[in-house]
């Protein structure tokens, strides 16, 4: 995998990103509750930055129609891994933010523990080299090592995240249950994005209104970015990770 030219200077971030799992089982119900809002906000921008990388990456591809369709249909994706991220947010009570300084996407950035950089750049082999670390299922061992916090600095993958954010859903919806707390905000059902209000066409996307449906929503997001161990998807498509693995893998694009 070829190795990318670290920037000089990386644009800091002014979202906090979690600096390390929470210990869901031992918090007190209100920090509990505000740091999945937390992390489900961090989820909800991590998922923002992904769109415009992979999108200037897919208009910069001339002469291959195909290479330049299936990077705009992981951008699709993104987009439904987006709003699904922000209808868990807005289940628990949170308010989904895109716009203003602090959730804006800047680049160049970098995400994870083990600091892989993202930036705004035309679809090379070094470039869909870094799409396959960002998708990847587990940390690789050849990306840089720099200096600038990363959006999920403790964490080695955005599976690994998203995780962790089920383990802490069912954890705080368990909780809810024995201590008499309201976990699900059933005010926010109608305001969720959803198939039926016509934001989608498939049935994927769907309101959060209890822990089932956010672990199906959370799982569809892992399988279609990294899959299932680096498989395909139950449904049979490739993952995020798959695709940009076989187009760095394509001698067209040499």
């Not at 716009?99 to 950035?109: I, L, S, V």
């Amino acid at each position: 995998m070829s190795q990318q030219t670290i920037p000089t200077h990386f644009k800091k971030p002014t979202w906090k990103a979690p600096q390390k799992p929470p210990n869901w089982e031992e918090l007190e119900w209100d920090a509990a509750l505000e740091a999945m809002k937390h992390h489900l906000q961090t989820a909800v921008i991590l998922e923002l930055y992904t769109i415009p990388l992979y999108l200037y990456a897919a208009y910069s591809i001339k002469n291959n129609d195909q290479a330049m369709s299936s990077i705009i249909g992981v951008v699709v994706q993104e987009m439904l891994h987006l709003a699904l991220a922000g209808n868990t947010l807005c289940s628990i009570g949170g308010t989904p933010r895109v716009y203003g300084d602090q959730y804006t996407p800047k680049y160049p950035r970098e995400i994870f523990y083990e600091k892989v950089v993202m930036n705004l750049l035309p679809a090379t082999k070094d470039t869909l080299a870094i799409f396959v670390e960002v998708e990847e299922p587990y940390p690789t061992e050849s990306v840089m090592k720099v200096s600038e916090p990363g959006i999920l600095p403790e964490y080695d993958s955005i599976g690994q995240f998203y995780q962790n954010i089920t383990h802490g859903l069912t954890t705080l919806d368990s909780r809810a249950q024995a201590e008499g707390k309201t976990l699900w905000q059933k005010a926010t059902f109608p305001k969720q994005f959803q198939t039926a209000d016509g934001s989608w066409s498939g049935p994927e996307m769907q309101a959060i209104t209890n822990l089932q449906v956010a672990k199906q929503s959370l799982d569809l997001i892992i399988l279609q970015g990294e899959g299932a161990t680096g498989e395909p998807n139950p449904s049979g498509s490739p993952s995020h990770y798959q695709i940009f693995k076989q187009l760095y893998e394509d001698p067209a694009l040499d």
